[in-house]
Every structure is written in structure tokens, then in C-alpha cells.
């Protein structure tokens, strides 16, 4: 007999039945459309203008790449675009390279990556799929893309200037990024990329604690914590972690304005510039790079955990399975998110720290590992002998899983500290981050729009054109990341605008053209995608009701859902979310809403005994949690 705890549903308050929950909001275009407080419309504008930041950003990285691999070609062709950052030799201006490394690291890991990735599919999934008409509030949620939008305007805006955008790195560090008068690029591009990231993590901090809050009180019926997706679970552990850790790269930027417009020396200490001293005493870039490291690496998680969790539910359907290892899943997301925030040094072993300090960091950077390799474990162990469908999104989440094995093996190098004083500084480091960070995550998220864009469009995407765009991608990323390497352990450098003057590198010649040649077909075989993107959703097929026989509650919305997601009364939950080809069943998925009294035959003996719980009081029924979950 299960223990449980018993939930009556005229208990529960926070999902009554007004006739206005079940109707779409009337409204106009601008209500609807535009500021829109629908979780469904916010979720859809985060993903539009992330598609438009990762193909502005996939483009700057091929300018770049056709420096490094192509650096006695002429560039002039490019002149109608870049201007003057063209030079009348037909070169990169070397300070406009660094200009496009900054922005393109900035606009991937932010912008994309996080409020693409969980700004759309946080949004668009957490009241889907815990049974909420909305989130907890939705004005909040509308501000969250407002201020993501009034960001993504100010670091644009900065492309356009003068003296060109921030240049001092992605991670900005100082006495680069505090002293405008250091380079172009930290003048006034860096104090808008400043004011852009406040408003940014400003977003981030507003769906963090709406997602957390809407997820803790805004469950249905039955929807115990050991019921929800693991989709709901790596979200919940993303906004957790977003929220302690944002507000620290918030101080830290705010005192690098400080820095910059006010005189203080939080940063900076015995700077000369022209052999003159500044009056500068007493700062540390180091502190930058501790406060800096502090978000940056939990931000590693905070784009990775939305992506294995949107493959977690995308391969136990097309699998035909129960996920393996549900409650380890869970367990192995916690530890990762605890172990994020006490890692972050292994960034700064370059730094000359203590030695012993340095150990410790090592140990606990290893340590990552084993959760990292459980949910590895447990992805293959969901696959192996699965009934497997190949869905474009299944493809990509499949090939997340292998960018998340490969680049995870080379992180192992990178978190001794002895091996990385010596690769810190190559390609190796910039190979190891774009595939367990940058293309895992990626895939994710496209893995992601493949597979709930039904429900986002009520139509389906081409499945042959995804399938192409899938095997042109996953080759290219490897043809892109794999040279580098061997590369980066040879000593190849990174941020380097030129190698050309060096003997030393020269034997590398026909492995950069290879890395440039592929990241340039790589970048066009996303305009597969994006054709497939927006035909599919005004012409695509219509989609069936749950097109993909999902077990979820997202799939019992009508094929068009209005605000407030279901028509009458919400669904309750009776069990976990992956009961796929149990034996003795009639189908091989069993949705969620399905109750044990209307599955006898394949009903385990203590989800029998939940049957009599089961009992109608007038005003619902008594839902009990518990079994084998």
C-alpha cells in the first residue's frame, strides 16, 4: 500500500473554475500580440528574438573565422557592410576582431542561450505541463521580456557606433574593460554593453522567481513533486540557480561602472597609461574575475540543465520507454546545481592562487562529473532496446547527448590544474566550451522547438527538412570543434587576430581553413531551419491533437490553446509522466490524466490499491500520491 498524501479538490484553491479562466482574454492586437500577458505569446517573442540573436551571432563568428582561416585573403567585399572596420588593405581591423569575439561570446551565452533557451521553453512549458492556467503573474512574466527586449536594443544599438561595441572579451575583464580610454571598444560600446546586461540579468531575476513560484503553488490537482517531467524539474533547478547567482554579475558590472565613471578603484591599482600614472590604488581585477566566475560558471548550468531536460522528455517518448533512473535524474540536476556554485575558481587557476586552493577547486571540479555521467548513464540505458522513432527532435536530442559526452571528457583535462595552466590559453579550452556548452545546449533548444512547435503553432514542421538540417549541423559542429583539439594541444592560441607571423603555427594552416570552411556551411545550414521554421507555422500541416502520443498534460489543451490553456476545468493528475508500453497496456503511453480505476490490466498491485481512493465527493476526487514513484 502506497503512503501518501491526499489532496480533495475543493481544498485546493489556486485553480477555481471561473467561467474567465476558460476563455481566451479578449482583447486587441497590442494585448494579444504585443504586451501580451499570456504565457503561451511571451514564450513565442523570447524564442522570435532569440532566433534572430543566434543567426546575428552565428554570422559575426563566420566574419571572424574567415580572418583565421582564410588571413591573406581580401575582405573588401565586405566593406558595404563593416565600413570602415574593413582596412584599406582589405584586413579585419585587429580591434574590430576583438569587438566581434566579445559580441558574438555575449550574444550566444546570453542571449541565446539563456533567455532563448529558458525565456522560451520555461515560459511556454512550466503552466503547460503542471496544469496552471498561467503563470503565477503574468505582468511580471511581460516585463521579464520587455527588459530582455530593451537589452537586446541597447547591445545592438552598440553595434552601430563609432568607436564599435565592447571589445574587451565576453567576460570583460578589467583593467581592459574599466579604463575607457584603453581601446576603441571601451568606450562607449562597453558602457552600453553594461547597461544592456543590467536590464538583462534584471529580466533573468523576474521569470527566475515567477517560473520558481509558479511551479511551487501553481500545480494541479495531484501533481505531486514526484510526478512532475523532468522537463519542469531542470527548469525549476535553472531558475534557482539564475536567481542566486545573476545578481552577483550584477554587483560586478555595477562596480565596474564605478570603475569607469566615478573614480573608484574597486578593480583597479597602479595602471600607467603613455608611462603617466593613474590615481588608481588599491582594486584587484582578480575580485572581478572571482565575482564574474561566481555566475559565470552556474550560468554553464544555467543553459545546459533546460536543454537536458527538454531531451529527457523528447527521449523517453520517442524511446517508447520509461526514463531510466527518474528520481537518480532528479538527484543528479540537484547535485549539479549545488556543485555549480563552489567550482567557479577552476576558471582562474592562470591567476598564480594558492596552490592548495587551486586542489580544491580541482577536486570539486571532478567531482561534477559523476552526476554529469549518471544522466548520461541513464539517457543510453533509456535508449537501449527502445522502440526508437527518429523525430528531428529526437536527432537533436540525441546529438546533445554525444556534444555533452565528448565535450564533458575534455573538461576532466581542463579541471586539473596542472594540465590547464598549459591549455588554458589555446583552442582546446574554446573546443571543450562550445561543445558541451555552446552546441549541447543548442541542440537542446532546437530539439525543443521540433518537438513542441505543434503546440506552439498547431502545425507540424517538415520532418525530412529537420532530418537535413540535423546531419548538417551535428557534422559540421564536429568538423568545427574537433580540429581545435589538436590544435589547442599543440599550443595553437586562442584570441589571437593573427598567426601568420608565428613559424610555429604555420604547419596549422589546413586545419584553420577546415574550421572556417565548415563553421561557414555549418551557419548556412541553419536557413534550413528558419525556412522550415516560418512556412511550417503558416503552412504546415495541421497537427494532430498529440502528435507525438505524449503522456504529458500539455497534449489535452485544445490544438490552439487560449489563454487559460484548457477549456473547463483542468485535468488532475493520477501518475508519473513516463508510464510508455507498460506491460499489460492497450496503448504504448498512458497520459497523465489517465486515472488506475481505467487501466486495470496494466495496473501494478500498490496502484490498485489507489483505485478506492478514487471516489467522487461532489465537488471532485480525491487524488492520492504516492506508489512506486
Known sequence: MAT?????????????????????????????????????????????????????????????????????????????????????????????????????????VFFVLTAGLSGTFANFLIPLQIGARDMASGFLNMLSYWFFFLSSVIMFTSLFLSTGPASGGWTIYPPLSALPQAIKGSGLGMTLWLVAMALFIVSSLLGGINYITTIINLRTKGMSFTKMPLTIWALFFTAIIGVLSFPVLFAAALLLIFDRSFGTSFYLSDIYIGGEALAHDGGSPILFQHLFWFLGHPEVYIVLLPALGLSSEIIATNSRKPIFGYKAMIGSMLFIAILSFIVWAHHMFVTGMNPFLGSIFMLLTLIIAVPSAVKIFNYVTTLWKGNIRFTSGMLFSIGMVSFFLTGGITGIFLGNSAIDIQLHDTYFVVAHFHLVMGSASFFGMLAGIYHWFPKMFGRMMNETLGSIHFWLTFVGVYMVFFPMHYIGIAGFPRRYYSWTNFDTFSGFTDLNMLVSTAAILTLAAQFIFLFNFFYSMFRGRLAPANPWQSNTLEWTTPRNPGHGNWVGEIPSVYRWPYDYSKPGSKEDYIPQHIPFSETPESNLPSENDLIKLETSNGEGKIIVEGGKH
Do not use: C
Not at 23 to 38: A, I, L, P, R
Not at 42 to 68: D, E, H, P, Y
Not at 85 to 93: F, M, V
Open 4 to 108: 501518501t498524501d491526499i489532496h480533495i479538490h475543493s481544498d485546493v484553491h489556486h485553480h477555481d473554475d471561473h467561467d474567465h479562466e476558460h476563455e481566451h482574454h479578449e482583447g486587441n492586437f497590442w494585448t494579444n500580440y504585443v504586451f501580451s500577458q499570456d504565457h503561451k505569446v511571451i514564450a513565442k517573442q523570447f524564442l522570435i528574438t532569440g532566433i534572430f540573436w543566434a543567426l546575428l551571432g552565428g554570422t559575426l563568428s563566420v566574419i571572424f573565422r574567415l580572418q583565421l582561416g582564410f588571413p591573406d585573403m581580401n575582405l573588401d567585399w565586405l566593406k558595404p557592410v563593416l565600413g570602415e572596420w574593413i582596412t584599406p588593405e582589405g584586413k579585419l581591423d585587429p580591434e574590430f576582431y576583438l569587438a566581434l569575439v566579445t559580441m558574438h561570446g555575449t550574444i550566444m
